[in-house]
Each structure stands twice: as structure tokens, then as C-alpha cells.
């Protein structure tokens, strides 16, 4: 099957995680862009430590695409709306063990906005 990664787009135009791979070290950018690569290619059937749902019923059909490099660790919270297509939403440094839920509920409003708009 051939996987689809689409970069979810605010109506202004602005692309969060565009933005955020911007503002990474080359390297870390680099490996990030790779990971996403690994993404469409593999599709679901990549697992972790690449890949993996979040748990909890308010982020439900959420993902994280796991990203490593050096003491930094990224994520890229993704979905799958339609069969063969990834929308990856939103992208922050992890510092801590547990996920930041205020970027949880970003990319959540991001979910909800892009279904929201492809749906009308």
C-alpha cells in the first residue's frame, strides 16, 4: 500500500509543523525528516520506538511520531483520517517523562479543525 504524509495547514496558512522542524538543529531536523520518511514508507506497520497512540479516550485516533537526538526527543502528533493518508498536526521538544497535554489539546484543535474542514 502506498502511504500519504500531509502536513496539516491553519486556515491562515501557517503549517505548525513546518514551523517547528524549522526551529530544530540541522541534525535533529534531518533525523526528524527521516522518521517521517520511515512513516510513509512503512505506513502502520511502523511500531515503536518510532510510533505510537496516545492513550485516553479525549485523544482518541491521536499518535506520536518519536523522534531521538542527542538529549532531545521531539514529537510529531500525527493522525489517520483516511485509509492511506497521515496528517501530521503538531510538533514540540519533549522535557519531560509524561507528555505535555497543553500540546496534546494543540494538536487535538488541530484534529478537529482539519476534519472540520475537510468534512464540510
Known sequence: ????????Q?????IPVLEFQRKLPVK???KSVRD??????FG????????KPIKG?????LWELRTKFASDISRI??????NNRFILLHGYI?????LDTRELDIAKKYMEDYLRRTQE
Do not use: C, Q, S
Not at 517521517?36 to 514508507?41: G, K, P, V, Y
Not at 502502520?44 to 510510533?51: F, G, H, I, Q, S
Not at 519533549?94 to 509524561?98: A, L
Open 57 to 61: 479516550e479525549k485523544y482518541k485516533g
Open 94 to 98: 519533549k522535557k519531560d517523562m509524561k
Open 28 to 30: 535533529h531536523r534531518a
Open 1 to 8: 500500500m502506498d502511504w500519504e504524509v500531509e502536513l496539516y
Open 77 to 82: 502528533f500525527y493522525f489517520l483520517p483516511i
Open 44 to 51: 502502520t506497520d511502523l511500531r515503536e520506538p518510532y510510533v
Open 36 to 41: 517521517i520518511d520511515m512513516l510513509a514508507e
Open 10 to 14: 491553519k486556515e491562515n496558512g501557517e
